[in-house]
T-cell receptor, first 113, second 110 residues
Framework: DADVTQTPRNRITKTGKRIMLECSQT?????MYWYRQDPGLGLRLIYY???????NKGEISDGYSVSRQAQAKFSLSLESAIPNQTALYFC????????????FGPGTRLTVL | DAKTTQPPSMDCAEGRAANLPCNHS???????VYWYRQIHSQGPQYIIH???NNETNEMASLIITEDRKSSTLILPHATLRDTAVYYC???????????FGSGTKLNVKP
């Protein structure tokens, strides 16, 4: 969905480096999510935010942190990247109380060497 | 944990209906059934959702059994572009945490 953008789309980095993945949306949605997907597996929730002042851990938050800079921006950081964080990362947005449907960005492919 | 069971893969002939089953035998009365699909490694795409009544939209139909323990997603006339992994998800309304299992890889063949 073009209304949800992620940067970068691809990134190769080295173990120990700090990495930030960015997500922006023009849908005006309050809620935003970060997921990771490993090859052949479904998506797993890392962090989610219901509004700018609300940040919550998902099922696999260890090794990650997030920042909700504005309603439209939600960033995911890997403070010290490790090889098992190599994955496809997706950002998603959701309107809020009136709808549960989540809309996903195109994904960021991250490789940690 | 994912609360749904789906076959790992299915084949369908182009132009025919694709019927994708999902078992959610432990579903609660306030949990919705959602379907998403993921084409190659793109972001998952919303298809349809329902609570207990059958639903239809421009993409698909969702048939939920009366006891709500299983459902079927129907793509009425599958095309090659429908080749994707289809995820069935159960979700408490407004709980927001989507649990994606491994899904069903649908292969639409000419």
């Amino acid at each position: 969905d073009a209304d949800v953008t992620q940067t970068p789309r691809n990134r190769i980095t080295k173990t120990g480096k700090r990495i930030m993945l960015e997500c922006s949306q023009t849908k005006g949605h309050d809620r935003m999510y970060w997921y990771r997907q490993d090859p052949g597996l479904g998506l797993r929730l890392i962090y989610y935010s219901f509004d700018v002042k609300d940040i919550n851990k998902g099922e696999i938050s260890d090794g990650y942190s997030v920042s909700r800079q504005a309603q439209a921006k939600f960033s995911l950081s890997l403070e010290s990247a490790i090889p098992n964080q190599t994955a496809l990362y997706f950002c998603a947005t959701q309107m809020g109380d009136k709808s549960d449907t989540q809309y996903f960005g195109p994904g960021t492919r991250l490789t940690v060497l | 944990d994912a609360k749904t069971t789906q076959p790992p893969s299915m084949d369908c002939a182009e132009g025919r209906a694709a019927n994708l089953p999902c078992n959610h035998s432990t579903i609660s009365g306030n949990e919705y059934v959602y379907w998403y699909r993921q084409i190659h490694s793109q972001g998952p795409q919303y298809i349809i959702h329902g609570l207990k009544n059958n639903e239809t939209n421009e993409m698909a139909s969702l048939i939920i059994t009366e006891d709500r323990k299983s459902s079927t997603l129907i793509l009425p006339h599958a095309t090659l572009r429908d080749t994707a992994v289809y995820y069935c998800i159960v979700l408490i309304y407004n709980f927001n945490k989507f649990y994606f299992g491994s899904g069903t890889k649908l292969n639409v063949k000419p």
